[in-house]
């Protein structure tokens, strides 16, 4: 079944074709390591991973690049002014940009991990690919598409007539929305800087083109450098969050196109803004969540995952504590199908009669179909659940409970938000209703009703079950 994709440069929804048959090149732009990674963040980078997966899925072979960005992205990154984001974190730390650099970097590897993603082949930093950003650099003025002040360089936008084709902004737009003062040194105010010259930045090189100052590398030069680096002048698909898009994506296309003289990416896809309790997360209003904080809270990164995947990566996602408390219930809900399925299998319950081959085919085929269309992970997991509906009344024949596994190895497979298959001994996990007495008992006792806490901890206790309060969140133990 073709793989269709919304492609944000044509605004339409398009088939997947890569331009090698059978294999398809990603790139991602990364993280700006200069703080903790948030959940935010974390939308966009756990939608580019069920892509890869989903596309690995469907048989193809995949190449995925995700670059690190340590330096050259300013702080006021939508006009292009500012201070570099790692200087600015270095000068309220009074730590180097280099070990801040490193330690979020690492940070970022953690937060990968424990949310289940599938490492991308390439992870380069910035700051390993300034000779590789001097050679388009050096093209580009070569051409007459940049051009020289002070030691600056700047990409002459009027010289790329297909400027703005991305985002649609037009010049009085961005004269408009201007929020500094006016840069002299450009010849028009939507150029954009290549290279900047500065001595009292920390990270700085002599100049990696002829004729130059030294200095650091501009944000967006970074992307097309390690872009064209791993994966050629051409690639099939460039993600990024909606945020990214103007300036960043418009620039990479200009100054890659200018140098290359052929379509950098044929298909550009945009996960939008996470919402936090229904308004845009930020410091300021209390709604910023870092990846550590959610799983601080007790929520494990599976539990984070399937909360941030759940809504199609387009579709705004509104995240919130009873969000999170659903993904726990919902992972319960599979897990305990699966196990039961898996006893099935291994000859440990009343095997029945029931063939699930059938079932297990057309859920697979309902998954495929939805996630083909734009990636649907609501309505792929629908499907996964729909399934589970029919598993759990079902009374399967061995044969038919392993074809129902493969089945749900493979929504794991993509997805990767349900964990591995249970073990088919592990009875001392809860049955999913008290699971869901444990989460209402939970939330009672956040907005402090007591006397609805206490009778459902009665309830648990009535069933055989106690609650285990540890730092790490509550869970139920055998009585
Ligand atoms: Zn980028």
């Known amino acids: 079944m073709p793989i ?31 703080s903790s990674p948030h959940i935010g963040n974390f939308r966009s980078f756990l939608f580019a991973d069920v892509l890869r997966r989903f596309v690995e899925d469907q048989g193809y072979q995949v190449t995925q690049v995700m670059n690190v960005t340590d330096v050259g992205h300013l702080t006021l990154d939508d006009i292009e002014g500012g201070e570099d984001k790692l200087e600015a974190a270095s000068r309220k730390t009074g730590r180097t940009a280099w070990d801040i650099a490193r330690q979020y970097e690492a940070e970022f590897h953690e937060c990968q991990q424990k ?48 400027y703005g084709k991305l985002s649609g902004k037009v010049l009085d737009e961005l004269e408009a929305g201007a929020r500094v003062a006016v840069n002299d040194e ?41 872009s064209m680096h791993y994966l050629g002048p051409q690639i099939d698909i460039h993600t990024g969050g909606e945020d990214n898009m103007f300036p960043h994506h418009e620039c990479e296309i200009a100054q890659t196109e200018a140098h290359t003289h052929r379509r950098f990416v044929s298909i550009w896809m945009h996960a939008r803004h996470l919402l936090v309790d229904g308004t845009k997360m930020s410091k300021s209003l209390g709604n910023f969540y870092t ?121 794991e497979d993509v997805l990767g938000c349900f964990g591995p298959e249970p073990k088919p001994d592990a009875t001392n996990e809860a049955p999913a209703d008290l699971q869901l007495k444990l989460l209402a008992r939970n939330g009672a006792r956040r907005s402090k009703d007591w006397a609805t806490a206490d009778r459902l901890r009665d309830e648990i206790a009535a069933a055989g079950w106690k609650i285990v309060d540890a730092p790490t969140g509550a869970r139920l133990e055998k009585a």
């Open 186 to 226: 450009k010849q028009d105010p939507r150029d954009f800087a290549l290279w900047k010259t500065d001595d009292k930045h920390q990270m700085q090189w002599d100049a990696p083109f002829r004729g130059g100052a030294r200095g650091f590398p501009g944000w967006h030069i970074e992307c097309s450098a390690m």
């Open 4 to 34: 269709r994709l919304y492609n944000s440069l044509t605004r339409s929804l398009e088939e997947l074709q890569p331009l090698v048959p059978g294999k398809v090149t990603m790139y991602h732009c990364g993280p700006t390591v200069y």
């Open 115 to 162: 949310l289940m993603v599938r490492l991308p082949h390439h992870m380069p930093r910035a700051t390993d690919f300034i000779p590789q950003m001097g050679r388009i650099i050096d093209d580009l003025l070569q051409q007459g598409v940049a051009y020289q002040v002070n030691g600056n360089v700047y990409f002459a936008v009027a010289r790329f007539p297909g």
């Open 291 to 411: 990846v550590a904080d959610i799983l601080q809270q007790g929520y494990t990164g599976l539990e984070l995952r399937y909360t941030l995947i759940r809504v199609q990566y387009r579709q705004s996602l509104n995240f919130t504590q009873k969000g999170l408390d659903e993904a726990r219930a919902a992972i319960a809900r599979v897990q305990q199908c699966r196990q039961r399925l898996v006893r099935h299998r291994d000859g440990l319950e009343r095997v029945g009669g029931d063939d699930l081959a059938g079932p297990a085919a057309q859920a697979n085929a309902q998954f495929t179909a939805v996630m083909s269309d734009d990636l649907n992970v609501s309505e792929a997991l629908a499907a996964v659940f729909d399934f589970v509906g029919v598993c759990n009344k079902a009374q399967p024949s061995a044969a038919g409970a392993s074809a129902a596994l493969a089945a749900f190895l493979r929504f």
